[in-house]
C-alpha cells in the first residue's frame, strides 16, 4: 500500500517516543495523521508540527476513544492506518516483602496496554472495512501495534509489562486472519531496548550500558528505526499476522 496524501492515519501514545517518530514519518509521506495522547501540551505540540490533529484520548475509556475517532474522521475522512503506540510500564513483582502485587496496578497495565490496542483496533476495523481498495489485492488498510521483547524475555518486575505485550503479540494472528477478508492487515512490532522518554531521562552512562548489552548494534534504538519499520509495513503487502522482533538481537537477561 503505497503511503500518500490521499491516505488519514492515527497513531496513539503520538506526543511522543515512538509514535512522535512515526507520526513525523507518516506526515513526511503526505498521509494525514490525528495523534491520541493524554499529554495536550506535547501531543498539541508534535499535531501542529506535522499540520496533524491532535485528540486527548484515553485509551482505557471506550466513550473517550470513540470521540478521538469521531474527531480525527471529522478532520480527515476514514482512517487507512493506525499504529498503537499508547502504553505504560510500571515495575513490580509478584510478591515482594511480604506483599503481593497490587492488583490494580496489574490492571491497569492490561487496561492501557493490551485492551487500550484491541479498543482501537476493533474501531478502526470497523471504519477501515468499509472503505475501498487501494490495491490490486484488494487491500483496505494497515494496523501496527506494539508489543515489547519482554511478550518473550520478560525481566524480574515486569509481570504486568510482560502479559499485556505477549496479549498484544498473541492477539496479532488471529486479529490477521479475521479481518484478511475485509482486506486488512495486521502486525506487530517488539522493539528492544529503544530511546524512548523514559530511558533517555537517565544518565549518559547508564544509557550506554544499555546499549551495549545489545549484540548488534550495540547502542540504543532509535525512534526513527521503529518508525521505518512502520513505513516498510504499510508498503510491503505480504506483511501479515506477524511479530517482528525490532531489537538488534538482544536476549535479555532475568533482571
Known amino acids: 500500500m503505497k503511503l500518500d ?22 506526515a513526511a509521506e503526505g498521509v494525514k495523521v490525528t495523534l491520541f495522547d493524554r499529554n495536550g501540551e506535547q501531543g498539541a505540540q508534535v499535531a501542529k508540527e506535522i ?31 493506525l499504529v498503537n503506540c499508547a502504553g505504560i510500564a510500571p515495575v513490580g513483582k509478584t510478591t515482594s516483602r511480604g506483599e503481593p502485587h497490587p492488583m490494580d496496578m496489574f490492571e491497569k497495565v492490561i487496561s492501557v496496554n493490551l485492551i487500550g490496542s484491541f479498543r482501537c483496533i476493533a474501531l478502526a476495523s470497523t471504519g477501515i472495512s468499509s472503505l475501498d481498495p487501494v ?26 509489562y510482560a502479559a ?8 496479532t494472528l488471529p486479529v490477521a486472519r479475521d479481518l484478511s477478508k475485509l482486506g486488512i492487515r495486521v502486525m506487530t512490532i517488539a522493539p528492544g531496548i529503544f530511546e524512548t522518554p523514559m530511558l533517555l531521562g537517565l544518565s549518559q552512562e547508564v544509557q550506554e550500558s544499555l546499549g551495549q548489552q545489545v549484540p548488534f548494534p550495540s547502542r540504543l534504538g ?8 512502520v513505513k516498510s509495513i504499510c508498503e510491503n503487502d505480504m506483511l501479515n499476522g506477524e511479530t517482528i522482533r525490532l531489537d538488534g538481537a538482544i536476549r535479555m537477561a532475568p533482571r
Open 164 to 171: 499485556s505485550k505477549a496479549g498484544v503479540a498473541g492477539m
Open 135 to 160: 490495491t490490486a489485492d484488494g487491500g483496505r488498510g494497515v494496523i501496527v501495534s506494539t508489543a515489547s521483547v519482554a511478550a518473550f524475555d520478560g525481566q524480574i518486575g515486569q509481570v504486568a
Open 222 to 229: 532509535r525512534a526513527t528505526e521503529y518508525a521505518q519499520l
Open 5 to 26: 496524501q490521499s491516505m488519514a492515519a492515527v497513531v496513539t501514545g503520538g506526543a511522543s517516543g515512538l509514535g512522535a517518530a512515526t507520526a513525523r514519518m507518516l
Open 51 to 81: 499540520g496533524g490533529v491532535f485528540a486527548d484520548v484515553d485509551v482505557t475509556d471506550q466513550a473517550s476513544v470513540e470521540a478521538g475517532f469521531d474527531a480525527a474522521r471529522a478532520a480527515h475522512g476514514q482512517e487507512r492506518i
